[in-house]
């Protein structure tokens, strides 16, 4: 079970603007569970969003007037017969807060309002919040199109308060028999493994500044330089310093292990080491030695926690496993040892 503070700094360092002054007071609080720990974040970003503004953009209505305004559609006018009462259907730009961005916040905040088990003192800010936002319509939440949005200058300052949107609405919320809005009390592992994922690079990247961190994409080793049909391979953290390079591949799922029913033994995931075995192989192609490979898991309640250490072909693999249900320090130095590995 991961604790409900730790969820917040695996955020902070997956989106560094939670590391700002405004957020900072979240560190010293407990939390009961992760409804009210969203709520908090979102208190925090809301606010900071209304002192630089609400976003606003040109959106486009449609509306059978007698006062003219913008474009006239002659062919829904003639069609609607609105030409007997001495009105047209026109089309007209308006500059409005009730944008797609806006509109998710605040459907957001009134879930979590209505449906989420948080306290007294949250549920007050978010309703104090949600007053701001009376001009602006509420979504249904599953009809929400997250990929459809493109940050820019004038909205980049959502990205953060998008992302707990889209963690609360696609990862903690359903509906119930009646059609009733309920909260799960966990995020679902596919929400989990993305953000496990982020959290990572970001650790390193902010924790180890001396190393080279990114997500890298590695060139297939071919002989002829033919790589028609080849899948592109893209590594969760690689990490370089000097002549050493080591690859990370992050694993957020329910089991660790799998099971051979025949001779009812364990082993490590067939599908998992294959894959980082393909990524050190092509990456060192020169056989070096110079580059290892790990595969990180997330500690489930499995009997077998993975700690090991191979050597395969001259490159090193290692297997080891983070604990996110430990105090912060534990996992500090959990993390410690994976770099070490470098």
Known sequence: ??????????????????????????????????????????????????????????????ETTGNLRGKI?????????????????????????????????KTTMELLIKSGDVRAANRKGLQKLNLYFRNIETLNPFAINWSAFVYHRNNSTYKLLITICQLVIKGLLMTTETGEYKMKELLDDQLMHRLYEKFLLGYFKKEYPHYSVSASYIDWNVDDDITDFLPTMKTDITLTYGAK??????????????????????????????????????????????????????????????????????????????????????????????????
């Open 73 to 105: 559609d002659i062919t829904n006018s003639v069609r609607q017969n609105t030409l007997m009462t001495r009105r047209m259907v026109c089309h007209y730009d308006q500059f409005s807060e009730n944008t797609p961005l806006n509109q998710i916040v």
């Open 1 to 62: 079970m991961i604790k409900v503070k730790n969820i917040y700094y695996m955020l902070a360092y997956a989106y560094q603007s939670l590391n700002e002054a405004s957020f900072k007071n979240i560190q010293t609080e407990e939390f009961e569970n992760l409804h009210d720990l969203m709520a908090a974040i979102l208190i925090r970003g809301v606010s900071n969003q209304l002192k630089r503004g609400l976003h606003k953009d040109y959106l486009v209505y449609t």
């Open 245 to 342: 390079t080591l690859i990370i591949d992050a694993k957020y799922y329910g089991r660790t292990m799998q099971t051979n029913t025949l001779f009812n033994s364990k082993s490590i995931i067939s599908a998992n080491l294959y894959q980082i075995f393909t990524y050190v192989k092509n990456k060192d192609r020169n056989g070096s030695g110079n580059v290892s490979g790990a595969l990180l898991y997330a500690k489930t309640d499995e009997d077998i926690t993975p700690d090991h250490d191979y050597s395969i072909g001259g490159n090193r693999f290692s297997v080891k496993t983070l604990d996110l249900g430990a105090d912060w320090g534990e996992i500090v130095g959990q993390l410690r040892a994976v770099a070490a590995l470098l």
